[in-house]
């Protein structure tokens, strides 16, 4: 008897809320409400490249007067030895400021570059620090580690221009420890890893890790025939040393060491 009277104020408290409901919801719809339209300008821009309508100057205050344009900037010619090799350019006195571009994955157009170079250049920059791993043009052996996006070497040739019309001192990073999937994912290279499972890491005393690295290095450099700095990683190296009988607590200095060679 009890759990009958139970169910029955269970059924008229829910037929309750809904009715309660219903007359809210009546009392809203009797009163219409007053739409108000604003108006959005839109400008169709292309997401990299030009822009289709005038273009939107950021406002940046406190800044560096604007790098010469094209037709007024006077390129300084670098100076070369008779042999042809770039002079080694004095920066002693120079506090280099770079931007890190960042372009494995996707990497933007060549037409992006010549929006963003003159903002770095105003923004006070004078160098990039360029990591392409697998988006660089690399031929022959190395044909297999670029990318199908990657760019070609007209495009290179393009972007080191507007680096230098914008007084940008190139400096190429090439990985030579760590952040080294682009080689080591592809199973020409497998046998090349400290530890089998990750490819992200080289084992240092493996017969073939030199000649490959010097290969990679000797086709970025050969491409960047004015640039006075490379760089060659050695970050985030957690899995060398720690598969491989002959362990040594200075490897990355003697590796750095054995990579000296001639451009």
């Not at 822009?51 to 604007?66: H, M, N, R, Y």
């Not at 760590?178 to 290279?189: A, C, F, I, N």
Request: glycine share 4%; charged share 25%; hydrophobic share 40%.
């Amino acid at each position: 008897m009890f759990s009958q009277r139970r169910i029955y104020f269970l059924r008229l408290g829910v037929l309750a809320i809904v009715v309660v409901a219903l007359i809210k919801y009546m009392q809203r719809s009797s009163h219409p409400q007053v739409m108000q339209l604003v108006n959005v300008e839109r400008r169709d821009e292309a997401f990299w490249g030009e822009k289709a309508g005038d273009p939107v100057e950021p406002v940046i205050k406190d800044l560096p007067p604007e790098p010469q344009r094209d037709e007024e900037l006077v390129v300084q010619p670098k100076k070369r030895t008779v042999a042809g090799k770039v002079i080694s350019k004095d920066f002693s006195h120079i506090e280099m400021k770079l931007v890190h571009l960042d372009l494995k994955g996707a990497p933007p157009k060549v037409s992006y570059y010549e929006q963003i170079f003159p903002l770095f250049s105003k923004l006070g920059a004078n160098g990039l620090l360029i990591e392409y791993e697998d988006m660089f043009p690399f031929t022959g052996e190395l044909a297999i580690l670029k990318s199908p996006y990657a760019y070609s070497e007209a495009d290179l040739k393009q972007i080191l221009h507007l680096a230098e019309i914008n007084n940008l001192e190139v400096v190429p990073l090439v990985q030579t420890f760590g952040h080294m999937e682009y080689v080591l994912k592809h199973d020409k290279y497998r046998s090349l890893r400290e530890v089998d499972r990750y490819p992200n890491s080289l084992n240092p005393h493996h017969t073939e890790t030199l000649p490959i690295v010097k290969a990679i290095l000797t086709q970025v450099l050969e491409k960047h025939p004015m640039s006075s700095w490379v760089h060659i990683g050695c970050d985030e190296s957690m899995l060398v040393n720690c598969n491989t009988p002959f362990r040594h607590n200075d490897y990355r200095s003697k590796f750095a060491q054995k990579l000296s060679f001639e451009r």
